[in-house]
């Protein structure tokens, strides 16, 4: 992973890598957690570029998380 990438800001957008901790891609925007608790919603130009720039910086996709805790049954769904 290039580490340089964290301290520069995706193009268009006003937070850096390292002041996120997580994000949840819709076919709208991206939801993003910011470290100081804050939760916000950006629409890339983009949407490729932006989901790179956030897994080349290694930020987790929640989504992701999720989906691999359901398929080795760390996390049930209930009804």
């Known amino acids: ?5 964290a301290g520069i800001p995706f193009p268009g957008f006003d937070y850096t890598a390292e002041e996120i901790t997580r994000f949840k891609e819709t076919i709208e925007f991206f939801s993003l957690m910011l470290k100081d608790g804050q939760v916000i ?17 290694a930020i987790p996709d929640v989504a992701a998380t999720c989906a691999e805790k359901i398929i080795a049954g760390v996390g049930q769904l209930s009804v």
């Open 41 to 57: 919603h950006y629409t890339p130009l983009d949407i490729d570029d932006f989901r790179n720039w956030l897994l080349q910086n």
């Open 1 to 5: 992973m290039n580490n340089t990438l």
